[in-house]
Antibody, heavy 120, light 106 residues
Framework: QVLLQESGPGLVKPSETLSLTCAVS????????WSWIRQAPGKGLEWVGYMFSNGNTDYNPSLQSRVTMSVDTSNNHLSVKLTSVTAADTAVYYC??????????????WGQGTTVTVSS | DIQMTQSPSSLSASVGDRVTITCRASQSISSYLNWYQQKPGKAPKLLIY???SLQSGVPSRFRGSGSGTDFTLTISSLQPEDFATYYCQQSFNSPRSFGQGTKLEI
């Protein structure tokens, strides 16, 4: 059973860099694609990006200049960094596994999410 | 970018009711449409992928249909645990995008 667990600082100051990790247990990280999604308080879901098993990434253009996703296969965890944060980046951040069926994909396993507040 | 629009934004129903939620894409996405359920304080859960394929472990009262630009999620007989917010998501191209959500209330 694959489990995902996000972690990181709950509070980040404006203009600083938000750094989160997602520990993957129960299966090899290299066999799948991975994604980060965020949800601002009381709002809907926003796709942050995908990380492919070959290390390639696909970011939401709205965040592309500020976001970096990476994978550490030796420790089986994912990371996301978001630079120059503002209050608009306050959200619950989820990591999720991307399941693939032919040309179709969906987010089939999610972490429980970690809350990040941007405030001075 | 593809815009996903759900209707209604909220819906009141009772246990045993049949309910339908609609999702419309701003351009054709074939069958590249997923549905998720989210309960308060919890992560979303995948219900349907590829417009009509039921994710493993999801009750058969959930049914997805549609193709092109118009899609529906139907719950045939509401159970108490079904009251939640539902999101559609397109997986046709990047950036993947979600609908704004439909809150299903008692």
């Amino acid at each position: 059973q694959v489990l995902l667990q996000e972690s990181g600082p709950g509070l980040v100051k404006p203009s600083e860099t938000l750094s989160l990790t997602c520990a993957v247990s129960g299966g090899p990280i290299s066999d799948y694609y991975w994604s980060w999604i965020r949800q601002a308080p009381g709002k809907g879901l926003e796709w942050v990006g995908y990380m492919f098993s070959n290390g390639n990434t696909d970011y939401n253009p709205s965040l592309q200049s500020r976001v970096t996703m990476s994978v550490d296969t030796s420790n089986n965890h994912l990371s996301v960094k978001l630079t120059s944060v503002t209050a608009a980046d306050t959200a619950v951040y989820y990591c999720a596994r991307v399941a693939v069926w032919g040309s179709y994909d969906a987010l089939d396993i999610w972490g429980q999410g970690t809350t990040v507040t941007v405030s001075s | 970018d593809i815009q996903m629009t759900q209707s209604p934004s909220s819906l009141s129903a009772s246990v045993g009711d049949r309910v339908t939620i609609t999702c419309r894409a701003s351009q054709s996405i074939s069958s590249y449409l997923n549905w998720y359920q989210q309960k308060p304080g919890k992560a979303p859960k995948l219900l349907i992928y590829a417009a009509s394929s039921l994710q493993s472990g999801v009750p058969s009262r959930f049914r997805g249909s549609g193709s092109g630009t118009d899609f529906t999620l139907t719950i045939s007989s509401l159970q108490p645990e079904d009251f939640a917010t539902y999101y559609c998501q397109q997986s046709f191209n990047s950036p993947r995008s979600f609908g704004q959500g439909t809150k299903l209330e008692i």
